[in-house]
């Protein structure tokens, strides 16, 4: 897929933004993109995303697209590449009704894979639909003009609550688990999370339990949650989704756990050091395998450890952990793996 070809279709309409434009952005960054102007804002539900338009020269904001948080019928103008949530995407062209001025202009884009000639079918029942452009036979946008309240809505699986889940902890007892879209897999136990829980407790069968754990990229706190009932411990958790540290908070507050939970690039923002390091990183399972992303999460484990203290991964079984942390890591063991999933401990 072209990524760089349906932001430059979008790209094209920056001149016309007008007085205040918004742009939505999620985890698509373009590799490139218009200089910064002051008339042009972003708004991403990704931390890592904020940082780098920030970097640019752009006004950034991070928000699990909370639009009331913006004034309404302020912007003559929204840009958006689709997400690859259609729930998200629902939410976003919903949202952008209350947003746009009377008489403002909405473009999104997206690739054809992505499923964009929908979406411009759909958009186009709730907006006047004023042009569709092609960059090639995969890459389409379309404006739309706002000329009113909008009398239908798109379906966004009531995309800014949260909804209880079931959810069974490594002892099977039930726990109530909270998430909504926008979290990756926000509606399921992570199979890879689970299989890590269930090795969880011989780990410290010869070692004391641990009092504080870090939870590296914590979704909506599954492992949170368990491991610290698991060990009465408290938690601190970090992600840089925006709607996995609403559900991971409110999870953690709900069952009453000590914690603190971390917007922040990996753990960028966090100082302290810990008896326990979980990580169930976010490439384990439908992301391409970044060797630098590996790493990042790696040295983010060593430097947060604690003198014998250890560090819990669940990767996907290619993944080639072992060999990357033979650089940063002195004990480190497969302890268990099936047909998908390996759970690798490590210590220094």
Request: aromatic share 10%.
């Amino acid at each position: 897929m072209n990524n760089s070809s349906s932001f430059e279709l979008l790209f094209g309409q920056f001149p016309s933004a007008g007085d205040k434009a918004l742009w939505v952005l999620d985890e698509n960054p373009p590799l490139n993109c218009p200089a910064a102007t002051a008339n042009i804002e972003v708004i991403s539900n990704r931390y890592d995303v904020v940082e780098l338009m920030q970097s640019r020269g752009y006004s950034a904001r991070f928000s699990d697209f909370q639009f009331e948080q913006l004034q309404t019928h302020s912007y003559s103008r929204i840009f958006y590449r689709i997400s690859k949530e259609k729930a998200l995407a629902h939410h976003i062209i919903n949202s952008a009704q209350k947003l746009l001025c009377n008489e403002g202009i909405l473009t999104i884009s997206g690739a054809k894979q992505e499923g964009i000639k929908g979406y411009i079918e759909r958009t186009g029942n709730l907006y006047e639909h004023l042009e569709t452009y092609k960059a090639d036979k995969q890459n389409w946008a379309a404006s739309y003009r706002q000329t009113g309240p909008l009398t239908q809505l798109l379906d966004d699986k009531n995309y800014t609550a949260l909804r209880l889940l079931s959810g069974t902890s490594e002892n099977k007892n039930p726990i109530e688990f909270y998430s909504k879209p926008g979290v990756f897999g926000w509606n399921k136990i992570d199979a890879g999370s689970k299989l890590l829980l269930e090795h969880l407790e011989e780990v410290y069968r010869h070692r004391d339990k641990p009092e504080a754990l870090l939870d590296i990229g914590c979704g909506y706190g599954y492992l949170s949650v368990c491991a610290a009932k698991l060990y009465q411990c408290s938690v601190t958790a970090t992600d840089n989704n925006a709607a996995a540290i609403t559900a991971c908070s409110y999870n953690l507050q709900h069952h009453q756990i000590e914690h603190k939970v971390v917007a922040t690039n990996c753990t960028a923002a966090v100082t302290e050091q810990f008896d326990l390091v979980l990580c169930n990183p976010p490439f384990h399972s439908g992301f391409q395998v970044e060797n630098d992303l590996t790493e990042q999460f790696l040295l983010a484990a060593k430097q947060r450890l604690r003198k014998n203290a250890v560090a819990v991964f669940v990767v996907n079984l290619h993944i080639p952990l072992e060999r990357k942390a033979k650089k940063l890591f002195s004990g480190i063991q497969t302890i268990s793996d099936d047909r998908h999933f390996k759970i690798v401990l490590l210590s220094q």
